[in-house]
Structure formats: C-alpha cells, structure tokens
C-alpha cells in the first residue's frame, strides 16, 4: 500500500518540557493506524502538530510524498487532513447545521444555501451511517451525536486522512460499533484513520498498524497480525504488567458512614435515590455497581453534604447527621474525588501547587492565623513533596492545573484528598479517562488507604474496576439498592442482573 | 397632553436613538468576536471632538464624521493590539480607553480653541427634506424626510448586520470566534484577523456615533458630551440579546427615554430638572435587572484567545 503521511523527527516542547521528542510516524492510504500510549505520552500533541494547531520545534512533514509546512488548521484542512478533538470543537449557541458549514471555503457566494447544503450534508451521513438531527441545537443532543457531528464536520471538508482522538471514550457499545463500521467504509474507499486510543480490546480489533508511544517518543509500529494485546500492554507502559491481586477484607471495622432509608427525589428514577440503606465501615471498599445514571451521582452528592436527603437519616461515625453542608463533612474528615476533574475537582487556572494546598489553607503548617497570612515557603515545599511522591508529572508545581493531562489532574486532587487522612474516601469514577498505569497507582492509594482504616465509597461505571477493588459490592438501579455481594468470589452472573434490575 | 408633545417626542427619540445605534453596533461587532467593550463611551469623545474639530476647520460635516470614524479606528486599535495580540484583560483595556480617549478630546479642543475661549459653533449636516427643498410639517413627512443621511444609515446598518450574522458564511463564521475561538480555528477560520476586523468595525462606528453628536445634533462640543451613552449602548446590547433587531429596538427604547427626559425637563414642572435627567440612567439599571442574570451572549466574549494552548 502506499504512503500516505509520514512525520519524520517530530520534536515539540513546551517550554523545558517535551511533549514529543524525535517522533517517527508513517501511515498509509487506506489503513486504520492507531496510536497506543498512556496519558501524557504525546499522542494528542503529535496531532496537534499534524493538524497546525502547534508547530513543531523539529521536524518534517510529508503528505503524498510531498513535503508540507502545516501552520495552521486552515492549512490542514486544505490537504485533506480532518480531525475529531477528544474535546469536541463545536459551537454550543450554533445547529447542528451550522457547526457543520462553519468556515466552508468550498461553496461560492455570500448568503448560506440552506437546501444545497444540507442535501450535501444528509448524502454524505446516509453514506457513512451517520445519523444526525441537522436543525437541533447541538446543546440538545446526545455526546454520540455530537461526536457524529465532529465526524461529519471532517468528512464535509473532504477529509483524505481522519484523526479520531479517543473517539470511543464517551460512547455506548452500540455507538462504538457504530463507529467502527463508519471506519471500514472509510477504509473502503481508500481514506486512512489514524486513531488514538488505550482501549486494548478496541485497539487489536479494528487497527491494521499500531504505533506505541511512550514518554513522548515512538517505541514501535507493529502490524495488528503480529502482535498481542498483551505484547502492546507491556510495550506501553514499558513494563510487565502485573495483575495486582488486591486482599480482600472480610469483616470491616466500626461504621464510618451508615444511610438509613435514604430518599432523595424519589420517583425520579435516574436521578433520585429511593430507600437506600447502606454502611461503609472503617477498612473496608464499598463499590457501587451499576449502570451510569442509576442515582449514584446523588449517592455521592449526599455521603458527601452537597445534597440534604429528603428522608432517611444518615450517620457518621455513630451520630446521626443533622447539616448538610460540603464544609461539614470535609471536617469530619470526608474526601471526595469528584465525577468531574475539571468542574469539580480543580481550580484549572491555578497552580499546580495552590491546588494541591487547597483544602488545607487553614492547616498551621501551610498558614498563620487559620489562613490569613499563607507560609509560602512551606507550601512550595509541601507541593514539591506531593508531586514526588504522586509522580505528578508537570513542567514545574508553578504550570497552571488546566494545562496538564487528565491523569496527572487526577493524581493532584488525589495528592489533596489523601493528605488529610480521611476516615471516609468517597471516590467516583476515579480513572475514568485514565491509562492503566494511572489507574492503577490510584487503585493502589485506595487499597493503602482502606489499609490505614479508611472507609473507601467507590463509585464507578467500570465493572472491571468495581470487581477489582471492591470487598462488598453493592449494586444500584434506578435510585434503589437491588443486591449486596462479597467483593471475595463475586458472584458475576447475579451482578449483572442486580444491575439490569432483576 | 396634547398631540403635538406625542409626535415632538417620537420625532426626538428618533434623534435621541440614532447615536445609540451606532454605539451599540459598535458594541455588538466587538462582543460578537469576543470582545467586550466597555470603552465605547472614549471612542465616542474623540470620534466627537474629532468631528467637531474637522466639520469646523473644514465646514463640511461629512468630513468630519469620516476623519471621527477614522479617528474611532485609530484609538481602538490600542485596545486591539492589547487584547488581541498580547492577550491583556479587556476591561481594563476597555477603561484606559474611556480615560485616555476622553481626556485626549478635551486636551485637543483647549489646545486648539484654547482656555476660556468663546464657544466655537458648527453648521450641522443638513436633513434630506431641506436638502430636497420639501417643507412640511406633516408627521409624517418629519418623521421620514427630515433626517440626516446618518439617521437612514444607522437603520440600514440594522439591517445590514441582521441578515450579516443570520444569513451569511461570513457572519456565521464571525459569530463562531465569538462562540468558541479554538473551534472556529480548527475549521479554517483566521480567529486573530476577525477580531482585528471587528476592532476595525467598532472603533469606526464608534467614531461615528461621537462625531453624530457634533455634525448632527449639536452646533458645538463640549467635554462629556458622549453623557454616558457608551455605556447605555452596552446595556441595549446586553437588552437586545446580542441579536441587530434587539439593539435597535433596546436603542428606540433607551432613546426614547432620553427625548422623554428632555420634554419633561422644559415642560415646566416643579421638579428639579435633575430627577428627569436621571430617567435614562434609571431605566438603564432597572431594565438590567429584569433581564439581568440569564447570560445568553458569545461564550468566549472575555477571554483572551490563545494559539498553542494546551
């Protein structure tokens, strides 16, 4: 098969640090090229360089053979290079319509042909399986719609080469498969994919080649026949991977947390919590099973004082709560890491240090006078402790939190949430969006914490996760508990259907 | 209340509206690219005095509302090069502008007229109907004919920019740097050269609508004349929800509420003249606090565009 791109030497730094360093990558005309790597290996930053959104500090591009300087998406998008951003680039306040001819230089004239247009538009979704509402606000629809949307977007701009930046993570099953077939039509007709993900299954199922990166640089491209998931595992995270067999407690300690009969918004069947009655005691992993939506984004919103129960009573370590309020419960020692990183969990414009100390700006050791005058000195030094000790991987504690990848955000509100010690560690979707080895080093604080008589409330839509840590699983549906297990020799088959509601 | 008060006072909520209109625009241009403004009001003052100033050295008020249009486009690139390549926080770019470009007008007008001098006039420009020799008293044939060539421009600007942002690729792809910069690059667009384009945009109409006030509505100049109205133009953005139909009519309105001020100021009534002079101001915040907290405008309006952010 022939050339299609290829990045020769690709060096890209942001300030002392390299996000990518002597790149190599080479994908052909009609192929499906995945990039493997964890997060922070430089996969969305190579593709950032390839669309023109940074220039490389080293480095050559060739398309077709040819050589190109791509210094800007518009540039791009003139040589037929389309991309899906894991963060989608679409308007919010526009249609679905419009987003999808916003910035068209292929059309003549002034005014907009709604008819042509959006003719051109339902052709080109009929073709790929695309299905889209056009007039809809894109606010008003589904995150796989949008994700069609980002594709359609690409494919109207008469992409040759599309990148999809882990366009699975949000998606359900059956859009996934829904994907996959948009990809081998595009393979069909001779375009090329190159697609970045960690999902491994995914991975060996639709690439021909894969490319693994690691700390910013190529390791090495291995046809899909010639490897397996475990040989690119390893390959990826530069080590054997080993399968961490937690201990599982049997009997827990006193109850750090008890709900009693808790209502919450109660006939709402995806957003309410109706009659759960559930205990985390001190040394144990409680995990929540269930489909997403079930109630457990309430669950968590009142074991940690967000939300006030419209019924029931809860009990925290043996007195009954009367306050509901997020401030109560931090200093009852409750740690919450939050089901969004970004919106929940971390200031992105501050420092990677001020957030860190966030929670403890009235500690004695970080300030005088319970937070009016801050020991800079004492912070800094704290926050440099911190970043060792969680491997935080950033240019300097001074980089501002936004500008770092989702699983060293996660190990900064980890670091924060973990210091104090908390009796209670309430944990929700924990490595959601994480790579193996950032979800295992969080899995890994969760077990030592639990160790230390920590009570640990983990929330996840991950089964694998749940079975993994779990010493009881307690498994939700629509707002109610539906079943208890051991966490020791799950029974699968009753989960799953305590999970499907039977 | 008699008719003629009716009609004298639409006719003058016309006049009144007109400046407005054009800051507004001004306004919306740069709000619709991201930019919030808050420094129309100094634009206008030297859009103002510089109309003033060319309209009597060289007797032609055209002239003058081009050289205040131009003089609008000047300044605002301070505040463009401030905002938009170097990233500086808009607001305050949007205040030094208010002080720096009012103080420069009246700088000008004293080194020019010098100190205490006796009040400099101007011919104003000269309505349609006088031009075409029609004299009528007819409502009307007043409400219609007998206005400058800025007053169907402002209108036609209205309309001009409602099927601009609704109907056009261009406009949509303007909007969209408003909306969320980064997208629109990825699609192509050049985010840095439309918000240079709409800092163009704002600071000529903001000239204008200054030197409005000079070669169209009042025969001399005098330090403050712009009263505030900059920042009753960001409020009738903020009223007509960003969209060219809702500015005019938030401008009618405003408009209307500085014509009435004025008619009640000199209908003799006992009251101190201060209280009336306060009901566009008045209206102004209780309109913004009807509407107030539902924020619908661009979601990147404020924020600084950066290239390779992470």
């Known amino acids: 098969m022939e050339e299609l791109l290829r990045m020769e030497h690709i060096t890209k730094r942001f300030g002392d640090v390299y996000a990518n360093r002597d790149i190599d990558l080479e994908v052909r005309k009609g192929e499906v090229h995945t990039l493997l790597g964890e997060n922070g290996a430089g996969k969305s930053t190579l593709m950032n360089v390839l669309f023109g959104l940074y220039q490389p500090t080293e480095g050559s591009i060739y398309l077709r053979g040819q050589k190109v300087r791509i210094d800007s998406p518009a540039q791009a998008v003139r040589l037929g290079i389309g991309m899906v951003h894991q963060h989608f680039m679409l308007v919010e306040a526009m249609t679905v319509f419009e987003n999808i001819i916003l910035g068209d230089k292929n059309t003549k004239g002034i005014f907009i042909d709604k008819e042509a247009r959006k003719k051109e538009i339902v052709e080109l979704s009929e073709r790929y399986g695309l299905d889209v509402e056009l007039d809809k606000p894109v606010t008003e629809i589904a995150v796989g719609a949008q994700q069609r949307v980002e594709i359609l977007k690409a494919l109207y701009r008469g992409a040759e080469l599309l990148v999809l930046d882990e366009p699975s993570a949000a998606l359900t099953d059956l859009e996934v498969e829904g994907l996959f077939r948009m990809m081998g039509k595009l393979k069909e007709e001779g375009k090329s994919v190159i697609f970045i993900s960690h999902k491994m299954r995914e991975v060996m199922r639709i690439s021909d080649r894969i490319t693994i990166l690691r700390d910013g640089r190529t390791i090495r491209t291995l046809d899909r026949e010639a490897t397996t998931g475990e040989e690119l595992a390893d390959l990826m995270i530069g080590r054997e991977l080993v399968p961490s067999q937690y201990v599982k407690v049997e009997q827990a300690g006193e109850p750090v947390i008890a709900l009693r009969e808790v209502d919450y918004h109660k006939t709402s069947k995806h957003n309410g919590l109706n009659g759960v009655t559930l205990t985390v005691g001190r040394g144990e992993v409680v995990g929540i099973a269930g489909v997403d939506g079930n109630g457990q984004s309430q669950l968590a919103q009142v074991v940690t004082g967000v939300i006030a129960p419209d019924a029931g009573s809860v009990d925290m370590k043996g007195s009954t709560v009367a306050q509901f309020t997020p401030n109560g419960f931090i200093l009852e020692n409750v740690s919450h890491i939050p089901e969004d990183r970004n919106k929940m969990g971390l200031v992105g414009d501050m420092s990677v240090k001020d957030n860190i100390v966030l929670k403890a700006t009235g500690d004695p050791r970080f300030s005088a006078a319970k937070g009016f005058f801050l020991k800079k000195k004492a912070i800094r030094d704290h926050a440099l402790a911190i970043q060792k000790k969680y491997d935080i991987r950033c240019a300097s504690i001074d980089q501002e939190a936004r500008n770092l990848s989702g699983g060293n955000q996660q190990k900064i509100i980890l670091a924060r949430e973990m210091e104090s010690q908390p009796d209670l560690l309430v944990a929700v979707h924990p490595t959601r969006g994480l790579d193996i080895g950032a979800a295992s080093f969080i899995h890994d604080v969760m077990i030592e914490a639990r160790d230390r008589g920590c009570g640990v409330l983990l929330i996840s839509a991950d089964f694998d996760e749940i079975l993994e840590v779990s010493d009881r699983i307690v498994v939700m549906f629509e707002g109610q508990v539906m079943g208890e297990f051991s966490g020791k020799e799950p029974p699968i088959d009753q989960i799953s259907l305590a999970m499907a509601g039977k | ?310």
């Open chain 2, 1 to 310: 209340m008699d008719m003629t008060f009716v009609t004298n006072l639409l006719l003058a909520s016309v006049h009144m509206a007109t400046p407005l209109i054009f800051l507004a625009l001004a306004e919306l241009y740069s709000q619709r690219a991201g930019l919030v403004h808050i420094g129309i009001e100094g634009l206008a003052a030297i859009g103002s005095l510089t109309g003033f100033l060319v309209s009597y050295i060289s007797g032609s008020p055209m002239t003058g509302m081009f050289l205040g249009a131009l003089m609008g486009i000047l300044v605002n690139m301070i505040y463009a090069y401030a905002t938009i390549t170097l990233c500086a926080e808009q607001t305050v770019y949007g205040m030094i502008i208010n002080i720096f470009a009012l103080a420069l007008a009246s700088f000008i007008y004293r080194v020019y007229f010098g100190a205490g001098a006796s009040l400099a006039q101007v011919n104003l420009m000269s309505t349609l109907s006088s031009a075409l020799g029609i004299t009528s008293d007819n409502f009307f044939v007043e409400l219609l004919l007998d206005q400058t060539l800025m007053v169907y421009l402002a209108y036609g600007l209205v309309l001009f920019t409602a099927v601009y942002f609704n109907k056009t690729k261009s406009g949509l792809n303007y909007k969209a740097v408003g909306e969320y910069p980064k997208a629109a690059a990825t699609l192509g667009i050049n985010v840095i050269g439309v918000k240079y384009v709409a800092s163009i945009i704002c600071g000529a109409l903001a000239g204008m609508g200054g030197a409005y006030l000079t070669t169209c509505y009042s025969t001399t100049y005098v330090d403050g004349n712009v009263a505030g109205r900059g920042f009753i133009a960001l409020a009738a953005v903020i009223f007509g929800r960003w969209s060219a139909g809702g500015v005019l009519l938030a401008c009618l309105f405003f408009g209307f509420c500085d014509a009435l001020q004025i008619r009640l100021q000199i209908s003799g009534s006992s009251m101190p003249y201060q209280f009336f002079q306060m009901i566009p101001y008045i209206a102004t915040v209780a309109v913004l606090t009807l509407i107030g907290a539902k924020k619908a405008g661009p979601k990147g309006a404020g924020k600084p565009y950066r290239k390779e952010e992470r």
